[in-house]
């Protein structure tokens, strides 16, 4: 997820997998693939750079993971939580 701001001031957290394009009118309007629409402070090559981090971090989590047992993942992803003030939710009870 990456935090973007409203115009009128709040943070949310949007999941860039589901933009579908974003205009700059000169405010920057990013469409979604069911069609919604944000409306965001940020500027369209702020954007951009958003997605691309995103992205990369991604790639580089899962490439982490590679050939670490489920104990060292645990542990790497804790590091992570840490290094970025994420704050991790509990898992649900089966």
Known sequence: MILLTRL???????NPDLVERADC?????ITLVDGTKYLVAESLPELM???????ASVVV????M????????AEAAAQTVKETNVVRLHR???
């Open 25 to 29: 009118t000169p405010d920057t309007v």
């Open 92 to 94: 649900r009870e089966r």
């Open 8 to 14: 009128n001031g709040p943070v949310f957290a949007l």
């Open 49 to 55: 750079a958003l997605v691309r981090q995103y992205r």
């Open 61 to 64: 989590e899962a490439q982490n």
């Open 66 to 73: 590679v050939g670490q047992t489920p104990d060292e993942r």
